[in-house]
């Protein structure tokens, strides 16, 4: 199942989706897959084990759109003009391996990346995409029993100075880059065909 709601969802309302869809297949393991491609109001999620201390400002502004949450990596921030894809796959049906897993989304948005002309790359021991110096998408993935949550953010054209409230996943010494900035007037809209194509083709997925 394929989901792209039109307006900004509430981070809470996305993750309980996904949560309930990961427990239908808990029970009913032949139960469709399912994969949200959404944006989300300001907020800022932290993974499992993160450091706190990678939140720079105490302002109210981060405290209350704050979410503690079961994904691997550190803090991150979500907003508006960022493409989120949320995917609760079975990995039995594809590979039971979460490195080749990050590697696959990886692979996805490189290719997103490639089909508009842009030239992405991995850095050795991290998880991402880069773009020259600039880190322009974030992944971050839970599992149980096989079953995944969560996803990949790429900035397309946001406000990226709301990253200047936190140390983006932990890395003090890359800096956040948007697509925008290469591609001038770039919008999410231009950006979402490419996505749906590229999951499709890397997970071999069939949309209901």
């Known amino acids: 199942m394929f ?14 989706w996904q949560k309930n869809w990961q427990r239908t297949l808990f029970e009913k393991p032949l139960a469709p897959q399912a994969v949200w491609m959404l944006q989300h109001p300001n907020c800022y999620t932290l993974g499992r084990g993160s450091d706190e201390e990678n939140l720079l400002s105490k302002c ?20 508006p003009g960022q493409l989120v894809v949320y995917l609760v796959l079975d990995l ?6 979460l490195n080749w897993y990050l590697r696959e989304l990886e692979n996805v948005l490189l290719d997103v990346l490639k089909r508009l002309g842009l030239s992405g790359h991995r850095v050795d021991g991290l998880t991402g995409v880069w773009v020259g110096d ?3 998408a974030s992944i971050g993935i839970g599992c149980r029993r096989w079953i995944t949550q969560h996803g990949l953010a790429l900035n397309i054209d946001c406000d990226l100075s709301r990253f200047g409230n936190i140390i983006p996943c932990g890395l003090k010494h890359h800096k956040v880059g ?9 919008k999410v809209e231009d950006v979402k065909p490419l996505m749906k194509d590229e999951l499709f083709k890397h997970f071999g997925l069939k949309w209901l």
């Open 3 to 16: 989901f792209e709601p039109s307006e900004l969802i509430d981070f809470e309302i996305a993750w309980d």
């Open 60 to 79: 109210s502004d981060i405290r209350s759109n704050l979410y503690r949450i079961d994904r691997g990596g550190e803090v991150t921030c979500h907003l």
């Open 92 to 97: 039995r049906r594809f590979k039971t391996d």
């Open 134 to 136: 600039f880190k322009v």
């Open 178 to 186: 948007k697509l925008s900035s290469f591609i001038n007037g770039l």
